[in-house]
């Protein structure tokens, strides 16, 4: 297993977009890949997350409708498409994949629950001038 390794950050002015990428060194035995963010004094949060072997992406209420989650199975790639930037999206981004352990693996996507993600990346900064 390796870190994830995010890129396409920077700075955006109010109601731009944005796409932010992230590289998996593996698929095998992983069961989906998450975004997350923390913003400046914030705890980190969920934001979006997708399944390696289902159709299945899930959001947080914060960013549903604004931002799509995707990905290229071949690649290892997952991307998250960041539309109608607004200043609170501001946060430093991190992906991080999820093992498969059969049951409560889909749930814990679903949910984003942190302690069940792994191989975080370095983060990627998003900054949304007003």
């Known amino acids: 297993q390796g870190q994830m390794v995010e890129s396409g950050g920077g700075l955006v002015q109010t109601g731009g977009s944005l796409t932010l990428s992230c590289a998996a060194s593996?698929?095998?035995?992983?069961?989906?890949v998450g975004w997350f963010r923390q913003a400046p004094g914030k705890e980190r949060v969920f934001v979006a997350s997708?399944?390696?072997?289902?159709?299945?992406?899930f959001y947080a209420n914060s960013v549903k409708g604004r931002f799509t989650i995707s990905k290229d199975k071949d690649k290892m790639m997952v991307y998250l498409q960041m539309n109608s930037l607004q200043p609170e999206d501001t946060a430093v981004y991190y992906c991080?994949?999820?093992?498969?352990?059969?049951?409560?693996?889909?749930?814990?996507?679903?949910?984003?629950?942190?302690?069940?993600?792994?191989?975080w990346g370095q983060g990627a900064r998003v900054t949304v001038s007003s």
């Open positions: 991080a994949d999820t093992p498969d352990t059969g049951l409560g693996s889909s749930l814990r996507l679903r949910v984003g629950a942190q302690p069940g993600f792994e191989n």
């Open positions: 593996q698929r095998l035995g992983r069961y989906g």
């Open positions: 997708i399944s390696w072997i289902s159709p299945d992406t």
